[in-house]
């Protein structure tokens, strides 16, 4: 049997779940609050939990969970259009350098103050700053968390992405934030992009004729650049701990290993739909590569549910909430006082 024939039994199981997931959301749009992949890791929770044989499925689940997370990261990279975000994004800048400064900042002081593992406390950090899923996706593999480490960061932005959606138009009504405020509000202090598309056009219902879903939306996606520094960084300083570990027997030091070298293809992707906006293409023609990217990202969740323990995840998620609950609470009081010092509110 070849390694494909392996594969393919856990690789289809994850695309069943998958699709389950999707079609449910788009038969009920009110479950896009919480989202196809929170469904899907939901689903292959259960399923880890009744399953008898895990074996036969065990390579397909694993090659799903790591591999087709990275393809999902490179094809996001085709709903960045680094020049729309220059013309908008740059306004919302200073906002975004200080939430997400912010957040890591206060997931490095929980994880010491909670005794927490230190990479459950950086998906949560990356994940509550950046965007959510996607910063997770990018993270997971470079600093190699595994999936019960995964679905627990999830399971935590989750939990914010759908209190976020709920409160914070009416929190930006009661604070008498503007159109454009609330846009940059919701773009730099919602964890998840869904849950950003969600927040924005429930601040349009409650005021008639407002545009904030583009405000909000960009300034989104240019938190989103973020991944990039941020797990290079992570790859430099595990490729330094890595170096320091192995000594005089450097041998044993792979950079190839411990590179992130997907997120050279998410750049490429990037500068394609760039240049291609230059020469007059139209963005949807790059569409299908962005539905196809979430598509991947919730097979992964699929895959990280089906290797997921639900008993010990609730035994277990106590203070990971708490230290998700402190950088939401952070970046949200971050992301309106800057608002504030700088005059845009």
């Known amino acids: 049997m070849n390694i494909w024939q392996k594969r393919a039994p856990g690789v289809l199981l994850c695309l069943a779940v998958a699709l389950l997931a999707w079609f ?8 896009e609050i919480v989202g196809s992949a929170v469904l899907a890791i939901l689903f292959g929770m ?16 694993a090659f799903t969970s790591k591999k087709v997370l990275q393809y999902a990261v490179i094809l996001l990279g085709f709903g960045l259009n680094l ?18 400064a912010t957040s890591l900042i206060v997931a490095f002081l929980m994880s010491r ?20 899923g996607s910063a997770i996706a990018a993270t997971a593999p470079v600093i190699e968390a595994d999936d ?106 792979s950079l190839r290993r411990v590179f992130p070298f997907f997120l050279l293809f998410f750049m490429l992707a990037s500068l394609i739909t760039t240049g291609a906006s230059l020469a007059g293409v139209d963005a949807a023609a790059f569409a299908p590569f962005k539905e196809l990217s979430k598509f991947f990202i919730i097979m992964a969740m699929a895959a990280i549910g089906l290797n997921t323990d639900l ?30 010092a700088l005059g845009l509110w």
């Open 148 to 253: 019960e480490e995964i679905a627990q960061s999830i399971s935590v932005i989750f939990l914010f992405n759908v209190a976020a959606a709920l409160l914070f138009p009416t929190l930006g009504g009661l604070l008498g934030l503007g159109n454009e405020g609330f846009g940059l509000f919701a773009g730099t202090a919602v964890n998840d992009t869904s849950s950003v598309t969600a927040a924005a056009p429930a601040w349009g219902g409650m005021h008639p004729g407002a545009n904030t879903l583009d405000t909000a939306t960009i300034v989104k996606l240019t938190r989103t650049l973020a991944i990039i520094p941020i797990t290079l960084a992570l790859a430099l300083r595990r490729t330094a701990r890595a170096r320091r570990a192995g000594g005089a027997g450097e041998g044993s030091f």
């Open 24 to 31: 449910l959301v788009e038969l009920a749009p009110a479950l």
């Open 311 to 340: 008993i010990k995840l609730v035994r277990t998620g106590g203070r990971p909430i708490l230290m998700g609950l402190c950088c939401w609470a952070a970046i949200t009081a971050v992301s309106l006082g800057m608002q504030y």
């Open 113 to 132: 103050a909670l005794h927490m593992p230190g990479k459950i406390a950086t998906l949560i950090g990356v994940g509550s700053s950046i965007c959510g």
């Open 46 to 61: 259960v399923l880890c939990a009744v399953m008898k044989n895990k074996d036969k499925v065990k390579d397909g689940v």
């Open 83 to 100: 020049r729309k975000i220059g013309e908008v994004g740059l306004t919302s800048l200073p906002i975004i350098l200080s939430t997400i």
